[in-house]
């Protein structure tokens, strides 16, 4: 079957850093998404990752490891406003370019 | 950026009654969208895929004369709920991306409510 694990909820410090794991199992893999989502609005466009390693943007880093079906989004000198739930997407081999199988999402709130 | 339009952004609607949510690609050209249902702190799952100038390819489970998809131009796809009931309540949510593997850019999604 097809499976995505994070975590449900993670609690972290105004200005500290903070990394959110993902595991998969699919059928396949052919990419990996982060996608941020406050409370209420649809999903924001965060990383991307095909290729094994690590991808920078800004306060945001995302890492893959397609042997060990693992991901990790690191979010550094977090800020208030990153409060929200983070969503890991796998688009497994052979689907559709849309048919994402989603996480639950991980809430992150972040505290003063 | 991409960006997709999607309207309404909330509907209260009685049970038995018909709604429809309409999904635009604002500033490219998408041959295919794709809808997506979010039930509260669930994943969102995808429902169907919708194609231009060809039917919509529906995922096992969802009831392809209930919600019905056109796609009538390249940057329009509708979902229709038909005779919504209060189980079909939640948060639909519309996508489109450009060229394969690029990532989904998301509608704002609309929250509906059947009483």
């Known amino acids: 079957g097809q499976n995505i694990d994070q975590p449900t909820e993670m609690t972290a410090t105004e200005g500290a850093i903070v990394q959110i794991n993902c595991t998969y199992q699919?059928?396949?893999?052919?990419?990996l998404f982060w996608y941020q989502q406050h409370a209420g609005e649809a999903p924001t466009f965060l990383s991307y990752?095909?290729?094994?390693g690590l991808e920078e943007k800004g306060r945001f880093s995302s890492f893959l490891s397609r042997s060990k079906g693992y991901s990790y989004l690191l979010l550094k000198e977090l800020q208030m406003k990153d409060s929200a739930s983070y969503l890991c997407?796998?688009?497994?081999?052979?689907?559709?370019?849309?048919?994402?199988?989603f996480g639950k999402g991980t809430k992150l709130s972040v505290k003063p | 950026g991409a960006v997709v339009s999607q309207h309404p952004s909330w509907v209260i609607c009685k049970s038995g009654t018909s709604v429809k949510i309409e999904c635009r690609s604002l500033?490219?050209?998408?041959?295919?969208m794709f809808w997506y249902r979010q039930f509260p702190k669930q994943s969102l799952m995808l429902m169907a895929t919708?194609?231009?100038?060809?039917?919509?390819?529906?995922e096992q489970g969802v009831e392809k004369d209930k919600f019905l998809i056109n796609h009538a131009s390249l940057t329009l796809s509708t979902l229709t709920v038909t005779s919504a009931h209060p189980e079909d309540s939640s948060f639909y949510i519309c996508?489109?991306?450009?060229?394969?593997?690029?990532?989904?850019?998301f509608g704002n999604g609309t929250r509906l409510t059947v009483t």
């Open positions: 699919t059928s396949g893999f052919n990419g």
């Open positions: 996508s489109a991306a450009g060229l394969y593997n690029s990532p989904l850019h």
């Open positions: 990752n095909v290729l094994d």
């Open positions: 919708s194609n231009e100038g060809s039917k919509a390819t529906y």
């Open positions: 997407a796998v688009r497994p081999r052979g689907g559709s370019q849309g048919n994402l199988i």
């Open positions: 500033d490219f050209q998408a041959t295919t």
